[in-house]
């Protein structure tokens, strides 16, 4: 990696210099390549519009697609954006005038959804749910009024891993977020390049980066989540067994539909004997 002020994106100025961080540095650059490639989310000349919430995922996209782009890996033009929901506290002034410092292209939305979430559900239920739905519609508002053909998410591994046993735990399906979908009108589409890098790798990273970090306090501050029970089942598996997220992260990647029980999948009923099925 290079380190001279002169030959890094502003991004990566002020980065550690030790082994640990360079190493971390080129797990993530090889990570998101090895995504971007593998699904097929690159589309010459494209615009991409980059979501910016301000948490140490989203920094961490933004720096190594700015890294890919910096080296001439990714041709395509990003704009970051950040939508604002109007939560009360929420430090307004932190990402545009990051966003302006570090030269990055952006676009600050405002719209109160905050309001709309807690007025239409109760103080005991998440918001998750209408909250995630509000922010995606005005996302490819915003993706459209810029002329992009891409929303591009922050998502990581463990978001992947979390998000398939709440399908599995609490919706009855084997499903999961994909790290490349077209939206339901089918004019976007949805990239989450973050999805072979481990949620430990972005801590570490945006935080020898000293990025300013600004926290959820609308779904983050609810207790009893399930996406917090799950994670704390996948933190101890992981704890008696290190490298299980891994291992099941790669299952993920080597489904055999004739191995489960969908006949939607896989024609069982069409099985003949004397002939190798996979």
């Known amino acids: 990696m290079l380190d001279d002020a002169e030959e890094i994106h502003p ?7 030790t082994t640990e961080f360079r190493k971390l540095r080129k797990r993530l650059v090889r990570d998101v390549r090895e995504a971007i490639e593998q699904y097929g989310m690159i589309e010459r000349d494209a615009r991409w519009l980059v979501c910016l919430s301000g948490g140490k995922d989203s920094y961490t996209l933004l720096a190594i697609l700015n890294e890919l782009k ?8 990003i704009l970051a954006c950040n939508l604002d929901q109007g939560q009360p506290g929420f430090p307004a002034t932190v990402l545009p005038d990051f966003l302006a410092r570090m030269g990055v292209p952006h676009r ?26 509000l922010r995606r519609g005005n996302l490819y508002r915003v993706a459209r009024e810029e002329g992009c053909s891409a929303v591009v998410l922050g998502h990581h591994r463990d978001d992947i891993l979390e998000t398939f046993f709440m399908n599995l735990f609490h919706g009855g399906r084997l499903a999961t977020m994909p790290p490349k979908l077209v939206n ?4 976007l589409f949805v990239y989450r390049p973050l999805a072979h890098v481990a949620e430990a790798d972005c801590e570490k990273f945006a935080a020898a980066m000293g990025y300013p970090i600004i926290p959820c306090n609308l779904c983050g501050s609810q207790d009893g989540l399930q996406r917090v029970q799950v994670k704390a089942i996948l933190d101890g598996w992981e704890k008696n067994s290190p490298g299980r997220r891994q291992v099941m992260f790669r299952a993920l990647m080597n489904a055999r539909p ?3 029980l969908d006949p939607k999948l896989f024609d069982f009923a069409g099985l003949v004997r004397g002939v190798t099925h996979d």
Not at 11 to 17: D, E, I, N, T, V
Not at 70 to 77: D, T
Not at 113 to 126: A, C, G, H, L, M
């Open 108 to 133: 600050i939305e405002y719209q109160d959804t905050y309001s709309i979430v807690t007025d239409k559900i109760p103080e005991n239920r998440t918001y998750c749910a209408l909250c995630s739905r």
């Open 258 to 260: 004739s191995h489960l």
């Open 70 to 77: 910096w080296r001439g890996l990714l041709p395509v033009e």
């Open 184 to 187: 339901e009108d089918g004019d």
């Open 11 to 17: 991004l990566f100025q002020g980065a550690p210099r």
